[in-house]
């Protein structure tokens, strides 16, 4: 599957933003998607990450309550609100595909996508 994302961008502390990460190929619906993020000097972080149904979902501790994580198999789409931006959000957004493994280790993914930038000014 082939991954890429969308929707990053300049936002003013506590505004909001939607990133995409459009599939291609074979099977999306099989995946376990997830959203990563990597700001300058740090190691790429786990955010959120959905099964495979959209039943089920996870987040960090740092985005719980403020981000939410869906995706629609039909489009072949998946998705990550971010509202309550605060500046420590500031990072290049990943997503990213596995068929199974730890939800929050990016190990587990064999798919990425090329990332998008957000960058949340105080």
Do not use: H
């Not at 502390?13 to 995946?31: I, K, T």
């Not at 998607?33 to 099964?51: K, L, N, T």
């Not at 280790?105 to 064999?110: E, K, L, P, Q, T």
């Amino acid at each position: 599957v082939q991954l890429q994302a969308s929707g990053g961008g300049l936002v003013q502390a506590g505004g909001s933003l939607r990133l995409s990460c459009a599939a291609s190929g074979r099977a999306f619906s099989s995946y376990t998607m997830g959203w990563f993020r990597q700001a300058p000097g740090r190691e790429r972080d786990f955010v959120a990450a959905i099964s495979w149904t959209g039943g089920v979902t996870y987040y960090s501790d740092s985005v719980k309550g403020r981000f939410t994580i869906s995706r629609d198999n039909a489009k072949n789409t998946m998705y990550l609100q971010m509202n309550s931006l605060k500046p420590e959000d500031t990072a290049v957004y990943y997503c990213a595909g596995q068929l199974g493994g730890r939800y929050d280790v990016a190990r587990s993914y064999g798919y990425w996508g090329q990332g998008t930038e957000v960058t949340v000014s105080s």
